[in-house]
C-alpha cells in the first residue's frame, strides 16, 4: 500500500554525544580524499552546461534528487536560476528521464557522488544561491553518525558553498542534530513542522504525508566567504 510508510526507528533517543567532536574536528582539517574519475567527468559537464547557458545566474543545486520530481519544482519556480540535480543513482535518474520528457530548460540532472561533485565546485570556487538536501538516508543507528552529511568530512565543503541551505526529514532527530553542527559551525538555523499547504515535493514526501507523519524543515543562511 502506499500509505504504510512507517516511522524512522532508532536506537538513539537524543543528539548523538560525539556530535560537537565529530563535527569540530571536521571543520579543523581538510578532507583529502580522493576523486573518483567520474565524478570529475560529471563536473565538467556541469561545467559545460554553466558555460552554454549563463554563468552570471544563479546556480542551485538539488542533491540527492531521485528521480528529479523536487528539482523539476525548483526549476520552475526559480527560472532565472540554474538548478544542477544530482543523485549517484542510475536507475532513478533514468526514470526521472521518461517521467519528465520535457524537464525545463534550466534544468540539469547528473549522476555523481554528492561528496565529489560538492567539492570539485568548491574548488572551483562556485557559490550556491540555494542547496536542498531533501529526506537525505538518516542513518539512524547511533553507530552511523559519521555517514550523515553534518558528521561526514564533507560538512565543511557544504557550509562552504553558502546559498539557503534547506533540508527535510521525517526524522526530527536528524535535523536537530544538523541544527547543533550548524550552531558549532556559527551558523543559526530555523527547524519547523513542514506546511502542507504546498505539493508534496518528493515521492518520499507525498509517501509520508499519506502515512500521517509529521515532516520537518530546516532552513539556515550560509555566510559567504
Known amino acids: 500500500m502506499f500509505a504504510n510508510s512507517r516511522a524512522v526507528s532508532s536506537n538513539q533517543t537524543g543528539i548523538h554525544e560525539d556530535l560537537e567532536k565529530v563535527v569540530r574536528r571536521h571543520l579543523a582539517s581538510a578532507w583529502r580524499a580522493p576523486i573518483a574519475d567520474h565524478d570529475r567527468a560529471s563536473f565538467e559537464q556541469v561545467v559545460a552546461w554553466r558555460n552554454e547557458n549563463g554563468l552570471k545566474r544563479p546556480l542551485m543545486v538539488d542533491s540527492g534528487c531521485g528521480t528529479g520530481r523536487s528539482s523539476v519544482l525548483l526549476a520552475q519556480a526559480n527560472p532565472e536560476a540554474l538548478v544542477v540535480a544530482v543523485d549517484q543513482s542510475a536507475n532513478r535518474l533514468e526514470r526521472g528521464g521518461r517521467r519528465w520528457l520535457q524537464p525545463p530548460k534550466n534544468l540539469l540532472l547528473v549522476r555523481a557522488d554528492c561528496t565529489g561533485l560538492w567539492r570539485l565546485m568548491q574548488q572551483q570556487g562556485w557559490l550556491l544561491d540555494r542547496h536542498q ?19 561526514h568530512p ?7 558553498l553558502g546559498g539557503e541551505l534547506e533540508l527535510r526529514s521525517n526524522w526530527p532527530l536528524y535535523l ?10 556559527g551558523i543559526e538555523a530555523v ?29 539556515a543562511s550560509l555566510a559567504r566567504q
Not at 135 to 148: D, E, T
Request: hydrophobic share 45%.
Open 191 to 219: 527547524l519547523t513542522p513542514l506546511t502542507t499547504e504546498a505539493p508534496a515535493a518528493t515521492d518520499f514526501e507525498e509517501k509520508y504525508q499519506a502515512s500521517g507523519q509529521t515532516l520537518w524543515q530546516l532552513i
Open 133 to 151: 538536501i531533501l529526506y537525505p538516508n538518516p542513518w539512524p543507528k547511533s553507530a552511523h553518525l559519521k555517514r550523515r552529511w553534518h558528521g
Open 154 to 160: 564533507v560538512w565543511p565543503t557544504v557550509l562552504a
Open 176 to 185: 536537530q542534530e544538523v541544527q547543533a553542527a550548524l550552531a558549532i559551525s
